[in-house]
């Protein structure tokens, strides 16, 4: 039973790599600043001793500069500065520290309400971490101390998108529509009064991607890059629009050598990544990907549903019902994780006593899902198959194909098969089962009647023709 990977498009709903604020404050603080004195090497390429050529680290001359103080900007609090500087710090490391980078934007922001970048990074960093309603309080907050500030309502608008994304990968159409209406309204405001805000720009080409718009979505983005060239969010929808557009290498270039090159960690990036060589037909890249953005953000459950479905593609059982039950536990109203975790668990191995259990597991697993889902009446085919060929119980499978006949929406030509399984199926039980099909013996063939020659006369033989 072949899984399917969602195709869903990941736009980046979260900050990626180093966060640092884009708000109108204008307040950026580079939190290398000041840090530490540089090692940098010259230019020259002399020679050791032995006639060794330079270039190598250990023939290489290097200065040391001088330690500098820390700048503060005017206008902010000096110890938000350095809070803010140590979330950067947090962020910044090979594996973010989002727990440190949390504590300190959040100290950073309580102690300069004005600072709206610390808002802004407290913010991302908790939907880094997948505490999204968090993040709409972070940002919320910033706008109540800051109103009217257009960055604070653009990441209030993003964080709607992300719910509208959440919604659709549940099966929630109407509600996904709802929060995307509610984005665009935010982002529309925020354009009228400045064209060239990023954030909101960002917002809007993800919101015309999400509604299939390509060509909008490429118009808004160009406005991102056209202002920060190195935008993560920017460099990430453009190359989920060559994705859109079947242009698979130059959108695999885009996330590999743009996205990823600004941002290792970005989980959108390793995700589209993930879809891009599937699209490919590499799949054994694509899991390596989809993994890597689980590693960076484990709270993802569509990274971790296509897992699941390659795990589940590759027979590995085990591990994709692991992962399914992990999904349903986050997310109990998951209908492909509901039918992946029953495919997964009639899949198992074991002993025949366990392949057993597996398979009624499975049926139970199947047949509550359909009365949940009514219009997957399909399962209960899989169900009534499972019950003839594997547990060997006909009365079961009639049962259950009578169900499939009554429930699922068939074609005349697939209704009279059914119909015709029913009646050999019953025929066999009124026999006594499949048991006493087996215990019959073979009936001996009927011994063939003795052939007869017509007796031989010397008559010619009579024809109608008339005598010529």
């Known amino acids: 039973m072949r899984r399917h990977i969602r195709k869903t498009l990941i736009g980046v709903l979260a900050s990626a790599g180093v966060l640092t604020g884009c708000g109108s404050s204008g307040a950026q603080v580079n939190g290398n600043e000041g840090d530490k004195g540089s090692q940098g090497t010259t230019g020259t390429t002399g020679q050791s001793q032995d006639g060794t050529p330079g270039g190598d680290d250990d023939f290489t001359r290097k200065n040391i500069n001088e330690v500098k103080a820390p700048v503060y900007l005017e206008g902010i609090e000096p110890a938000a500065q350095d809070f803010f500087r140590d ?10 520290d989002f727990k440190t980078a949390e504590a300190k934007f959040k100290a950073a922001a309580e102690k300069a309400p004005d600072f ?34 257009p960055s604070a309502s653009a990441y209030i608008a993003k964080i709607y998108l992300g719910k509208a994304r959440g919604a659709r990968f549940l099966g929630q159409n109407s509600e996904a529509d709802s929060w995307l209406d509610k984005a665009k309204g935010l982002l529309d405001a925020i354009i009228a009064k400045d064209a060239t805000n990023v954030a909101a720009n960002n917002g809007l080409a993800l919101y015309y991607l999400m509604r299939d718009d390509v060509d909008t979505a490429e118009r808004f983005v160009k406005e991102v890059l056209y202002v920060e060239p190195s935008n993560v969010t920017g460099l990430n929808t453009r190359g989920l629009i060559n994705l859109k557009r079947g242009k698979l290498l130059l959108a695999k270039w885009v ?47 569509e990274v971790r549903q296509n897992i699941a479905a390659m795990l589940l593609e590759h027979l590995d059982y085990a591990n994709a019902l692991d992962h399914y039950e992990k999904i349903l536990a986050a997310q109990p109203n998951n209908v492909e994780a509901k039918i992946g975790k029953c495919d997964a668990t009639y899949g198992l191995g074991g002993t025949a006593t366990d392949r057993a259990k597996q398979w009624n597991a499975a049926i139970g697993c199947y047949d509550a899902f359909v009365k949940e889902k009514p219009d997957r009446a399909d399962l209960y085919k899989r169900i009534a198959e499972t019950y003839q060929s594997k547990l060997q119980n006909l009365e079961k499978a009639v049962e259950y194909f009578e169900l499939y006949g009554k429930s699922a929406k068939l074609s005349a030509e697939d209704a009279e098969k059914n119909k015709k399984l029913i009646t050999t199926l019953k025929d066999i039980i009124a026999k006594g089962g499949l048991k006493a099909l087996d215990e019959q013996p073979p009936e001996e063939p009927k011994p063939e009647a003795p052939k007869t020659e017509a007796p031989k006369t010397d008559e010619a033989p009579k024809t109608d023709a008339a005598p010529k």
Do not use: C
Request: glycine content about 8%; overall charge negative.
């Open 87 to 96: 979330g950067v710090r947090a962020i910044s490391l090979a594996k973010p």
């Open 116 to 149: 709206l970048e610390a808002f802004f990074n407290w913010g991302q960093t908790l939907e880094r971490m997948g505490r999204g309603d968090e993040a709409l309080g972070v940002y919320q907050k910033a706008l109540d101390k800051n109103p009217g500030d």
């Open 255 to 301: 996330f590999e050598n743009k996205v990823l090159r600004e941002d290792p960690t970005s989980t959108e990036a390793h995700t589209n990544l993930g879809y891009t060589y599937i699209k490919l037909q590499q799949r054994p890249l694509a899991m390596k990907h989809f993994q890597l953005a689980l590693d960076n953000d484990p709270e993802n459950m």
